[in-house]
Nanobody, 121 residues
Framework: QVQLVESGGGLVQAGESLRLSCAAS????????MGWYRQAPGKQRELVAT???????RYADSVKGRFTVSRDNVKNMVYLQMNSLKPEDTAVYYC???????????????WGQGTQVTVSS
């Protein structure tokens, strides 16, 4: 079993920054892609940013140039540096891993419990 725990959310004003962290724990040999999704009230969950084990990244158009995703493969952690935050970034942010190699084989699609990010205007 794999557990994901996010931290770093909070309330900030527009233009400020936040850094989210997500720690993956369990019987983990390796993780393929790690990433961040978000869900605003009344909206569907959407991709924010992902990063592969090799460091390739993908971003939603709405956050390009403002957010940076990174990871530590030794610590099994993924980070999201969010700069120049806007009120429309307000959402619950979820950590995700798509494929985890464990001693029992590959396991797929784990989610964290979510962390609230609120940006006031």
């Amino acid at each position: 079993q794999v557990q994901l725990v996010e931290s770093g959310g909070g309330l900030v004003q527009a233009g400020e920054s936040l850094r989210l962290s997500c720690a993956a724990s369990g019987s983990i040999l390796s993780i393929n892609a790690m990433g961040w999704y978000r869900q605003a009230p009344g909206k569907q969950r959407e991709l924010v940013a992902t990063i592969t084990s090799g460091g390739s990244t993908r971003y939603a158009d709405s956050v390009k140039g403002r957010f940076t995703v990174s990871r530590d493969n030794v610590k099994n952690m993924v980070y999201l540096q969010m700069n120049s935050l806007k009120p429309e970034d307000t959402a619950v942010y979820y950590c995700n891993v798509d494929r985890v190699r464990t001693p029992l084989g590959n396991q797929f699609n784990y989610w964290g419990q979510g962390t609230q990010v609120t940006v006031s205007s």
